[in-house]
């Protein structure tokens, strides 16, 4: 595997080994969730878990906090869905657009943002996710209130019906994990790497000669093409885009993710996405109270868990994930 | 030989809302010279600092640097030209260990922008001993596992340096490198400062007189954004508007 980097000169804390086991341990999850769980369950999580990635791989590298990272995320099921009803693309051409369409977003937003720090960044972000979502309410093709319904899944290549949820799950499955490394290599990649420089210390990046804005508005890009990612899966697993993938709400939701799950660490936002995700599902009996005790949980990680729950347990271990 | 000039301000000025800091300075450094920018608090000397590194943009006048008008440029392209300031309080990337403080210079000096971010960042360990080269030339061999926020803040000063190096600048500006260092780092840090500079110029602001009468060549004195006088240490110490304005009163 091409994923693994081994311990340098530099002894990078605790990488190569301790992580190829994790990447193990979250193939051999992937592989048995469906038959230990609802498959499209089990989706939900896969596709929030790297929406929540997604948003780290700005917020733990740069520690930039996008507040709407939802837009992309909701535009693109909104693309994968109309591209598949209406256009009657394929499911990989589906989601080959919503990824464009949340790239192409993301350029256009993250040169007008980057130039803004901490809260006036988040706010930037916010602001221009609320025009995507009036956009999304009003255009005539996202179907308004009622979202873009009974989207086909299709047939992969046109060769392989993904009807069947397991077949779904396969595919889904393979893209997740696929986007995971391409995350976590783009994470400890050269790029990355000033990206922590950034993060630390910006003047200092900047008197090293490096062109702070287009780093950032590099990873903006990467963030909402994978963000975008997700929200294809999403729409084409669900065979529906609706106005909660792209309220602010969402972008919040999946804030709390990545807080819950900790911003430190690689892995910590899938742990996020799955705790919130398994609480809606088990809570959603009890209706407003999901938002009740997801707030309570959030507390109680604000107050106990400072580096979210696996930024913690790995500071005990003396792990970096 | 004076002709030379790496870099010259011309009429610098900058205004802050209706206060001027500083105040139609001119500024000729010597290409290998050690140049001190000094003068009592609030001479607008840090604020001058930061028009010569781009971190502002001055109201009026010009900065050229190896005759080359920068006025205008981002301090990361004069970054790149080899005009490398340091930071009052100490500047390293905290969550990295030292070793990846000097590898960051350097990959930005070898490899340009990295925007592979699709490569594994083993490609960064052939700069590897080229960053311990330069730790060791700061002493700080025994120290490049260590994570930068957990070193002495002398270390933190040293580490500084090294990144700097990494990026063999022409000009080194320094912003008070001596600034809250104890009195064995100040003059570890004073040995480092003169042993780098040969073969290049350096430009700092300091507070500390002993060390700029050690290091410098040339010294200019601010006082109220203007400059008061300029020379080497024994001219401007006897200066009398020089003493005047440290001390307040004329010493004959």
Redesign the interface.
Known sequence: M??Q??I?????PGMSASHRNLFLLLLAIVAVAPFLAYPLLVIKVLCFGLFALSLNLMLGNLGLLSFGHAAYFGLSSYAAAHAAKVWGFTPEFALGFAVLVAVVTGAVFGALCVRRQGIYFAMVTLAFAQMIYFFSLQAPFTGGEDGIQNVPRGALFGLFSLQSDMALYALVAVVFFVAVL?LY??T???????L??I???E??????????D?YKW?VFV?AAGFAGLAGGLKAISFQLASLTDVYWGMSGEVVLMVMIGGMATFFGPLIGALLVIWMQNELAAFGAWVTIVQGLVFMACILVFRKGLLGTIADRLGLKV | MSDDIVLKATGLTKDFKGFRAVDAVNLNVQRGSVHALIGPNGAGKSTCFNLL?K?LTPSAGTITYDGRDITRLK???I??MGL????QIS???????A??NV???L???R?G?????????????RL?DEA?DLLDQVGMTGFA?EQASDLSYGRKRALEIA?TLA?DPKVLLLDEPMAGMTQEDVARITTLIARVAVGRTVLMVEHNLSVVATLCDRITVLARGAILAEGSYDEVSKDPQVINAYIGVPNG
């Not at chain 1, 340098?8 to 990078?12: I, K, N």
């Not at chain 2, 490398?84 to 930071?87: C, H, L, Q, T």
């Not at chain 2, 500047?91 to 260990?97: L, N, R, Y």
């Open positions: 091409t994923t980097p081994e340098t000169a530099a002894g990078l391409a290599r783009i400890w990649s050269p790029f990355g790497q000033v922590r420089a993060r630390d210390n003047p200092r990046a900047i008197s090293l000669g490096y062109r702070v287009r590099t990467l | 590194t971190f301090p990361e392209v970054a790149r490398v300031r340091s930071f500047a390293v990337f905290g969550s990295m260990t070793l990846e590898r960051i210079a990959q930005r000096r490899h922008d990295s925007w592979d971010f699709w490569r594994s960042q083993k490609v960064l360990a590897e311990m596992r990144t990026l």
